[in-house]
């Protein structure tokens, strides 16, 4: 297991994240809540009460805050099993036999259509970046309000997140013991839960790929 450990460790230490890491700027509102909320978190915290919104904070700041952090979590997940997700082993972008997603971005592909789920993936990151370096949508500028479209585009960012982790439990969850990532996705997933339940992020219909898993970890 401390073999396992250390591997896991080492792998993350290289930083391979999938796409570019979205930052908060130091000295910012949202940089100190992106503290705080890694600081809860880290001290171990029931993670129930962890995505709860700080006493005087703005709500819409705090999604916003947790809409980078798990664009980053994700990318970040995804990276340690993408070497074994290619388009020969996941000719479709699934979860089990039951759920399979199509993309569709409005602009390339203006309809739904099936890929193969490292191509998915990668249009998906894509997309959810340009979506949060969108100062129309995440506005940076203090006194500049959110819009009115904001939860929408945070609805829809998060539940495409949440296939990824759809995809990595149902196909790739091996890869993540043999390196010793169990523990570690798990807690990624029960804090991505709780928070989106908690704010009515996705819907439950989405939720329903993992929902036996849930069951078990999210008490």
């Known amino acids: 297991m401390a073999a396992k450990a250390s591997a896991f460790a080492s792998f993350f230490s290289k930083d391979k994240t999938f796409r570019p890491k979205k930052r908060f700027d130091v000295g910012t509102m949202k940089y100190s809540l992106h503290k705080q909320a890694n600081a809860s978190l880290n001290a171990g915290i029931d993670l129930k009460e962890v995505v709860k919104l700080p006493p005087g904070e703005d709500v819409n700041d705090w999604i916003a805050v947790h809409v980078v952090d798990f664009f980053n979590r994700i990318n970040l997940l995804y990276g340690t099993v993408c070497e074994n997700c290619t388009e020969q082993s996941c000719p479709t972008m699934s979860g089990g036999p039951k759920y399979e997603y199509h993309w569709c971005?409005?602009?390339r592909y203006k309809r739904p259509t099936a890929l193969p789920a490292p191509q998915y993936i990668s249009l998906l990151m894509e997309w959810a970046?340009?979506?949060?370096?969108?100062?129309?949508i995440f506005p940076v500028t203090v006194g500049v309000p959110f819009p009115k479209n904001y939860l929408q585009s945070c609805k829809k960012i998060l539940t495409r997140l949440f296939r990824v982790f759809v995809h990595v439990y149902i196909h790739h969850f091996d890869k993540l013991v043999a390196i010793g990532a169990e523990a570690h996705i798990n807690t990624c997933y029960?804090?991505?839960y709780y928070f989106v339940t908690e704010y009515n992020l996705v819907d439950k219909k989405e939720l329903e790929p993992l929902r036996d898993m849930t069951e078990r970890i999210c008490h």
């Open 105 to 107: 971005d409005g602009d």
């Open 129 to 136: 970046e340009s979506q949060i370096n969108n100062e129309n």
């Open 190 to 192: 029960k804090h991505f």
